[in-house]
């Protein structure tokens, strides 16, 4: 079946400007993942959706993100009046419930903010 | 929070030769150890995952051993190949109620020279 896809798969934007991202998970999968990567460096957390848990949001980095999943399916991280510091690429992921469980990852968004 | 310190950061070796990555974490409640590998433009793809219950796990020439009193657990690659030449992180799973969140170490770079 299909993995977990994400678009656009590049984005450049005006600092300032709003951008949004979408992740589609993997069907079945009950929890997702949105990850930031900045170039050389590990893999950041951002937020977790887990069924119709409220969202653990410990690792968005400021109130300019922020993210929402829709039917327990796609989800859309949007940042606001983007800086410059938020160029990166944005991962998703998603697994089936629980702790111990294979998180797959889409192919991420590149966010330039120029 | 957990905090994951990997090393080296890049590793250089010869075909053949084994290559091994350390990585350190601080939250004792950690309870679940999966080690990514991400070639160049791809997305991270799981390799193998250990749970504190268990010291040692192999799967063909990769093993990962955790030493849950000293807090760190290792990757093994044995007999190189030059596709083994990736970025490896390892991450951690922490206990209590961060039921989704992967704290990633730095990432190694692995080179493996025909």
């Known amino acids: 079946g299909a993995g977990v896809s994400q678009s656009p798969s590049n984005k450049v934007t005006e600092k300032g400007k709003d951008v949004e991202l979408r992740c589609d998970p993997i069907s079945g999968h009950t929890a997702l993942y949105w990850y930031r990567q900045s170039l050389g460096q590990g893999l950041e957390f951002l937020i977790y959706?887990?069924?119709?848990?409220?969202?653990?949001k410990s690792g968005l980095p400021s109130d300019r993100f922020s993210a929402e999943r829709t039917g327990g399916s796609v989800s859309t991280l949007t940042i606001q009046r983007t800086q410059q510091e938020d160029s990166a690429v944005y991962l998703c992921?998603?697994?089936?419930?629980?702790?111990?469980?294979?998180?797959?990852f889409g192919p991420g968004t590149r966010l330039t903010v120029l | 929070g957990e905090n994951v310190e990997q090393h080296p950061s890049t590793l250089s070796v010869q075909e053949g030769d084994s290559a091994v990555i350390k990585c350190t974490y601080s939250?004792?409640?950690?309870?679940?150890f999966p080690w990514y590998k991400q070639e160049l433009g791809k997305r991270p793809q799981l390799i193998i995952d250990i749970r504190s219950n268990v010291g040692e796990k192999k799967d063909q020439r990769i093993a990962v051993t955790l030493n849950k009193t000293a807090k760190h657990f290792s990757l093994h690659i044995t007999e190189t190949q030059p596709e083994d030449s990736a970025v490896y992180f390892c991450?951690?799973?922490?206990?209590?109620?961060?039921?989704?969140?992967?704290?990633f170490g730095q990432g190694t770079i692995l080179t493996v020279h025909p």
């Open positions: 959706f887990q069924g119709n848990s409220a969202p653990d």
């Open positions: 939250d004792s409640a950690s309870n679940y």
């Open positions: 991450a951690t799973h922490a206990g209590g109620t961060s039921y989704g969140k992967l704290t």
């Open positions: 992921a998603s697994s089936f419930s629980g702790r111990f469980n294979e998180q797959f």
